[in-house]
């Protein structure tokens, strides 16, 4: 299989902060990367949103963790349609569509009615505004 390292464009770089604000960004990118690996498997947990989050904090704090996630075969394809005009794979438009179905499911059976209704508010206009982004072009 070739290596296609390549053929992707390099992730943008950014100025140099001061050293400790540099530690808490790098310290905030890890924390993001673990709760969306953890969000693959836990419905609920966002993924795609832990993962651009990671990769703003990442671009500003370790040049290194960056370019792995920008060149990531999972969470590089997400980094780079953000970069590339906001956009969203259809695939992960479905995934958020079908887990939050499935967590609407679930609060609807379990939370207080008003709680409920706050959540599928919530997650309702999150899919609106997931829907209306671009998707990649194939």
Known sequence: MPDTREQLPAP???????????????????????????????????????????????????PRLHAWLWRHPLFGSMLRNWADGGRVSRRAKWSATFVMGLCAVIVLCAAPRWAAWVACTSMACVLTWLWLRPEPEA
Not at 13 to 29: E, K, S, T, V
């Open 12 to 62: 943008p770089q950014h100025p140099p902060l001061p050293a400790a604000l540099r530690w808490l960004l790098l310290a905030f990118a890890v924390l993001c990367l673990v709760l969306g690996v953890i969000g693959i498997v836990v419905p609920g947990l966002p993924t795609t949103v832990f993962v651009l989050m990671a990769g703003w904090a990442a671009a500003r704090s370790s």
